[in-house]
């Protein structure tokens, strides 16, 4: 089984910056895809990035694209996301996702794999 922790959430002003990291664990497979996903308060949860295994494939809600950068080190089996720019409407657990492959996959059902999220908060 895989294991996806999530960390480096927390609060932060409209404007600032968080670095969320996604660590797997456990018997990890290759190749991978994975994503990040989010869900506010009473809401869905929505895709924000998604990436290949390679690395060189990405893909981002436009809500987030320009502000936010997905990116992996797959030699440290871990995932990425550089948010700049955060504004209140940010503010969600984010969750980490991966699946088996090398594509770029958007949807909730195509991922196997769920991290137990990080809270960001951004404060206006």
């Known amino acids: 089984q895989v294991q996806l922790v999530e960390s480096g959430g927390g609060l932060v002003q409209a404007g600032g910056s968080l670095r969320l990291s996604c660590a797997a664990s456990?018997?990890?497979?290759?190749?991978?895809?994975m994503g990040w996903f989010r869900q506010a308060p009473g809401k869905e949860r929505d895709f924000v990035a998604a990436?290949?295994?390679?690395?060189?494939?990405?893909y981002y809600a436009d809500s987030v694209k320009g502000r936010f950068t997905i990116s992996r080190d797959n030699a440290k089996n871990t995932l990425y996301l550089q948010m700049n720019s955060l504004k209140p409407e940010d503010t969600a657990v984010y969750y980490c996702?991966?699946?088996?492959?090398?594509?770029?996959?958007?949807?909730?059902?195509?991922?196997?794999?769920w991290g137990r999220g990080t809270q960001v908060t951004v404060s206006s």
């Open positions: 456990g018997r990890t497979f290759s190749p991978n895809a």
């Open positions: 996702a991966a699946a088996y492959g090398n594509t770029i996959l958007t949807k909730k059902y195509e991922y196997g794999y």
């Open positions: 990436i290949s295994w390679s690395g060189s494939s990405t």
